[in-house]
């Protein structure tokens, strides 16, 4: 039996993209397997570890838990979106490199999203802010210590 | 395709809810509601569950409204839990609401979670099954055949198990609102991490006259067992005094008492026990001193 697939049309980083899907497909695999966009990493695959988190409508999502079909006619943000067409790394990025925001980097994708979500909202955050944005995101290296001087620091340097 | 987790099924979306329940009327049992997905999707990835259609009522904007009234908030099945936790209105007039969600998941599964799901989803320990039960929410259920009102006790029938027909869709929440003027709440959890599924969650909301007697009073427990429970008859019994500390204390004994906590690798039976009791207590002093403030 072939599986049904389902037309569906979504913007990702400003451009249209145009897909056929099983609807049992998640919506990290289509970016990743399907728009090959590896910049958001699979974690845990059920919701707990936030590597996945993309923005959906603007506003930070698990991107594995959705179906990609879900997405149909709405707007996707990924970690690729947030640097510029040339590659240049974003403020919060740079800041992110210079403060040692990360070390293995599985989580950083998802740190940038929920972090660039904050920022897009609240842009001099407190410290208690940036720790409930990034609640949802996993990192076992770091200790959150330098990803939250990052997050700082790049909001400083937008005073 | 390679990547896919959950058992293959019929994806529908309708645009309305007389076509959601049109087709909850055809596929019954088969199909399944999927509003934020939170819960849903995995449990769908780790095949607990294996529905054949199911129907997303993502797109339906009538099921997505806050309106605020002078008994009640009347609250659409598939508001964004966000959506509830950032009204300030509404976190005046029903503060267990925006404290409850403080503690549900966390700022991206919350984005996306439904009020509406959270309830139809009614695991043991969540924390707005809970607040309904305390608040003794209102659920509306639609089908084809027409709209049934549900009390919030009634509604939670068991773990993951609601009074919703396989052919009904939640289509509405209603808080009641307490009008008295010296209304406090407070809800407090105890879990592993902040964001996680509460070991015991508690919530209570108490008013008070101008002498500082209490006039109404209402607390539950999650997490202790296979659905919330409230303790109308516990409540009752701070009603006409001042909520004393010692009063307090054998009230919270006495819910301790009352519930049959499991224990499994979170944490024991015993320790449940302790949290529900040292919780009833902080929640109930906290509202009280709240309500006295006010």
């Known amino acids: 039996m072939t599986e049904k697939l389902y037309e569906i049309s979504v913007e990702v980083n400003g451009v249209r993209c145009e897909g056929r899907v099983p609807a049992r497909l998640s919506l990290v695999d289509w970016l990743r397997e399907e728009l090959r966009l590896t910049g958001t990493h699979v974690g845990c695959e059920h919701g707990v570890c936030g590597a996945c988190s993309v923005l959906l409508d603007g506003e930070p999502v698990r991107s594995c838990l959705m179906y990609a079909v879900q997405a149909h006619g709405h707007r996707v943000g990924t970690v690729e979106g947030l640097s510029s067409a040339e590659g240049a790394l974003s403020p919060l990025q740079d800041a992110f490199c210079e403060a040692h925001g990360l070390q293995c980097g599985y989580c950083t994708p998802g740190m940038l999203i929920a972090a660039q979500a904050l920022l897009d909202a609240t842009p ?24 939250v001087e990052a997050v700082l620091l790049a909001a400083e340097r937008s005073r | 395709m390679k990547c896919v987790k959950s058992p293959a099924f019929e994806y529908t979306r309708p645009a309305s809810v007389e076509e959601a329940c049109a087709l909850l009327a055809r596929h019954g049992a088969d199909a399944k509601v999927i509003a934020g997905g939170q819960s849903l999707v995995p449990m769908m990835a780790m095949r607990l569950v294996r529905p054949s259609v199911l129907v997303d009522i993502n797109e339906i904007d009538a099921l997505k409204y806050l309106a605020i009234e002078p008994q009640e908030a009347r609250i659409g099945a598939c508001t964004r839990q966000v959506t509830v936790e950032r009204d300030d209105v509404l976190s005046e007039r029903i503060p267990l609401l925006r404290m409850a969600l403080k503690c549900v998941g966390h700022v991206q599964t919350r984005n996306r979670g439904t009020v509406g799901g959270s309830l139809a989803h009614a695991d043991p320990s969540a924390e707005l099954p809970l ?42 929440l209603g808080w009641p609102a307490w009008r008295e003027r010296r209304t406090g709440a407070a809800f407090m959890e105890v879990s592993i991490r902040h964001g996680d599924f509460a070991l015991v969650a508690a919530a209570t909301q108490v008013a008070l006259d101008a002498q500082a007697r209490c006039t109404r009073a209402s607390f539950g427990l999650a997490g202790i067992g296979a659905t919330a429970v409230a303790f109308p008859e516990l409540a009752g019994r701070l009603v006409g005094t001042k909520i004393e500390d010692a009063l307090v204390e054998e009230v919270a004994n006495a819910a301790a008492k009352h519930i049959s906590p499991g224990s499994d690798m979170h944490a024991s039976s015993e320790y449940r026990r302790h949290l529900a009791r040292v919780l009833v207590a902080r929640t109930l002093r906290a509202a009280r001193e709240k309500a006295a403030s006010a």
């Open chain 1, 124 to 147: 001099h955050p407190t410290e208690e802010q940036i720790r409930e944005a990034i609640g949802g995101n996993l990192c076992r290296c770091t200790g959150y210590a330098q990803i």
């Open chain 2, 131 to 172: 607040v309904a039960l305390v608040l003794g929410a209102r659920l509306r259920l639609r089908s084809a055949s027409g709209r049934r009102d549900v009390q919030a006790r009634e509604f939670l029938t068991g773990a993951m198990s609601t009074a919703v027909r396989p052919d009904e869709c939640l289509e509405e």
